[in-house]
């Protein structure tokens, strides 16, 4: 019976949290208007009194100033004080008084003056100072990124990608909040998987809104037995958390991600108490564009390349789940998985003890292997996931029971060192002309030889091969390898 195999999965095995929210959304100064009308100030005019000669007058000519106290009755418009004489010969400032409703132009004072007076609006000018540059280490708060991304050597892969619009990475987590400024122009539609209408908070079974209404389960819920579980906890906001990290926009507002260039599809399968193994099988299918029962079909060029699931449980992997992630794989996308957050081996953790998966532990600040973080053989490679020393910073919101507004925070877990990973193999995968040229088995290959070293340090946390995978994720030199593979590969002989 399916209901039998249905296991239960936490966003808390994923993700731990790291003291409170830092910064609201502060967005950039806009960049500058191509529209002259928005250099206009409004009700502003120099009128220049220039007789039929064509030489300025020193002063300005009576009837010209004759004129402009006269504007009241030949535009309606009443003249806000005296005009001001100006330094340009025969040129005076005139200011209009606000009239609601009323926009003076230039062109509608010029008929109230004598023949040969000029009138030009008054201009806004700004700096002409250089835009900074767009590049991923200039967006606003970069500065609480900077240790988790050059910890895995993302700044050395960006010069050479910052992705591409055709490369998706699906992101199978508790939904996104669509609204986030750092968001915009980054997603596909995608699609919300929860079966659970206890579990959902959104009023609904699956449906195709992958928002995320929120999964905290307050005292009072429980108390009211509104609650589809008796923990209580806030609202995590960890799909919005991940997809940050992977793909946050280059838009000088806020943080960026990994590959900030690549295409976002949010696929709901968490929610309040978390989610069925079942809806997560189906959402995996659905990425890899296989048809799912009930569910329109995704169309072909949303259909994922990588795979990140920041979620898990502690289970052996279920034959339906191994089956599930072969079909997967066998239609070209990589998945990438967190390890888990219990401080035991990894190989009890599903779905990241699956085969053929990339199985992601998180290290600290330091690169030891974080105080929390799932480990052993079956651990594909370490990657920035943050510790007491350090959080990751990403998207976030500040709703604690409910959405909230648009915000930044700090999470730490090994649910935060999988997407830096997805995000690397969107890079490597954006790098190359043709995203097929590289299988989720070359993929694999390219990210285990090509990790930076543990370092040497004398702790119980210190990593080996053993405990934390092949290295430390180096993102620069996995995307020249990427080039260099597919650069290096023998032509295909001609068709007969």
Not at 224 to 243: I, L, M, Q, Y
Not at 262 to 286: F, H, N, T, W
Not at 355 to 375: C, D, H, M, Q, R
Request: charged residues 20%; aromatic residues 6%; glycine residues 10%.
């Amino acid at each position: 019976m399916i209901a039998s195999r249905i296991k239960k999965i936490g966003a808390v095995g994923g993700v731990l949290f790291l003291g409170s929210i830092k910064a609201m959304v502060d967005p950039a100064t806009p960049l500058m208007s191509l529209d002259p009308a928005d250099y206009i100030i409004p009700n502003q005019f120099v009128v220049i009194s220039k007789p039929s000669s064509g030489k300025i007058l020193p002063t300005a000519d009576k009837t010209v100033m004759s004129a402009i106290q006269s504007l009241s009755e030949t535009v309606g418009v009443p003249v806000e004080g005296a005009p001001q004489p100006l330094a340009l010969p025969g040129a005076v400032l005139v200011t209009l008084a606000p009239v609601q409703g009323v926009q003076v132009s230039a062109q509608t004072l010029d008929g109230a003056f004598p023949a040969g007076t000029t009138v030009v609006p008054v201009l806004m000018a700004y700096p002409a100072a250089v835009e900074k540059e767009l590049i991923p280490q200039n967006e606003p708060l970069y500065a609480h990124q900077k240790w988790h991304y050059e910890q895995i050597n993302a700044p050395g892969a960006w010069k050479h990608t910052l992705g591409k619009k055709d490369v998706v990475v699906a992101v199978l987590d508790t939904g996104i909040r669509p609204d986030h400024p750092d968001f915009k122009d980054q997603l596909f539609p995608g699609y919300d998987f929860v079966s659970d209408l206890a579990k959902a908070n959104d009023g609904d079974g699956r449906d195709p809104d992958p928002t995320d209404s929120g999964d905290g389960v307050s005292w009072e819920d429980i108390k009211n037995g509104e609650a589809p579980c008796k923990r209580a906890s806030k609202n995590t906001w960890h799909g919005t958390h991940v997809a940050g990290t992977i793909a946050a926009a280059l838009n000088r507002i806020g943080v960026v991600g990994v590959a900030p260039f690549v295409k976002l599809l949010p696929l709901r399968v968490l929610a309040r108490c978390g989610g069925s193994s079942v809806d997560i099988m189906e959402a995996l299918l659905y990425a890899a564009g296989y048809p799912v029962l009930g569910v329109p079909t995704l169309p072909s060029e949303h259909k994922a390349d990588v795979i990140n699931m920041s979620l898990g449980g502690i289970s052996l992997c279920q034959a339906d789940m191994q089956a599930t992630i072969k079909k997967v794989i066998d239609a070209g996308v990589t998945v990438v998985v967190a390890a888990g957050n219990n401080k035991i081996n990894a190989e009890k953790f599903f779905p990241g003890n699956c085969p053929g998966v990339i199985t992601i532990a998180a290290s600290n600040l330091e690169g030891e292997l974080a105080s929390y973080s799932n480990f052993g053989e079956i651990v594909t490679l370490t990657a920035a996931g943050g510790d007491k020393s350090g959080g990751i910073y990403s998207t976030y919101n500040d709703g604690e029971y409910k959405p909230g507004k648009s915000s930044y925070g700090y999470l730490k877990g090994t649910s935060m060192a999988t997407p830096h990973v997805a995000g690397v193999v969107a890079l490597m995968l954006s790098a190359i002309p043709n995203k097929a040229d590289l299988s989720p088995i070359q993929i694999k290959d390219i990210l285990v030889r090509t990790v930076s070293s543990f370092p040497e340090i004398q702790s119980q946390q210190a990593c080996n091969k053993d405990k934390c995978g092949a290295g430390i994720m180096d993102a620069a030199a996995a995307v020249e390898a990427a080039i260099k593979t597919v650069a290096e590969r023998p032509p295909a002989p001609p068709k007969p």
